[in-house]
T-cell receptor
């Protein structure tokens, strides 16, 4: 059975802290791994990763994939209150996307 | 203004009633998806469609039906056979396989 597991389930940090969110997966026919940010409603796309070891970076956010160990991490440096959200990891297989349960991040001023 | 829209935003229904959730996109995307999100759970796939007039069941299709008569539209009907329909429903589209999904704002369905 294909599955995606995220950890931790929730995290509370202070502004300025650095956080690392984890996503591990067991799927057949892996094509890509995606990270989304969900604030209340529609998830918004952050990164798509297809190759191991190549870091994707956007501002204070970065992500990397390890296809040998079947996991990805999402790093957020110098966190701000606007980073508070649920971060979803999804893995694309042949036809479908499998989502993890998400990590709920709360950044305290 | 390109995007994906869902309506209504909130929907209330009595037990035993069918209800249809709308999803429209003007992004010219081939693929469209319906997900259900429950508290503390990730998104679970209900149905998806890669092209017009074709759709496939996801992991939790029982009690739901869809149609894809036009590229832009992928409505979801929640039937009375769905035992626990109260949830947040998200529609998404994608240009094709191997590309990221774009999500609509969601419809929150409550069964009274």
């Amino acid at each position: 059975e294909d599955k995606v597991v995220q950890s931790p389930l929730s995290l509370v940090v202070h502004e300025g802290d650095t956080v690392t969110l984890n996503c591990s997966y067991e799927v057949t026919n892996f094509r890509s791994l995606l990270w989304y940010k969900q604030e209340k409603k529609a998830p918004t796309f952050l990164f798509m990763l297809t190759s191991s070891g190549i870091e994707k970076k956007s501002g204070r956010l970065s992500s990397i994939l390890d296809k040998k160990e079947l996991f990805s991490i999402l790093n957020i440096t110098a966190t701000q209150t606007g980073d508070s959200a649920v971060y979803l990891c999804a893995v694309e297989t042949g036809n479908q996307f499998y989502f993890g349960t998400g990590t709920s991040l709360t950044v305290i001023p | 203004d390109g995007g994906i829209t869902q309506s209504p935003k909130y929907l209330f229904r009595k037990e035993g009633q069918n209800v249809t959730l709308s999803c429209e996109q003007n992004l010219n995307h081939d693929a469209m998806y319906w997900y259900r999100q429950d508290p503390g759970q990730g998104l679970r796939l209900i149905y998806y469609s890669q092209i017009v007039n074709d759709f496939q069941k996801g992991d939790i299709a029982e009690g739901y039906s869809v149609s894809r008569e036009k590229k832009e539209s992928f409505p979801l009907t929640v039937t009375s056979a769905q035992k626990n329909p109260t949830a947040f429903y998200l529609c998404a589209s994608s240009p094709d396989r191997g590309r990221e999904q774009f999500f609509g704002p969601g419809t929150r369905l409550t069964v009274l």
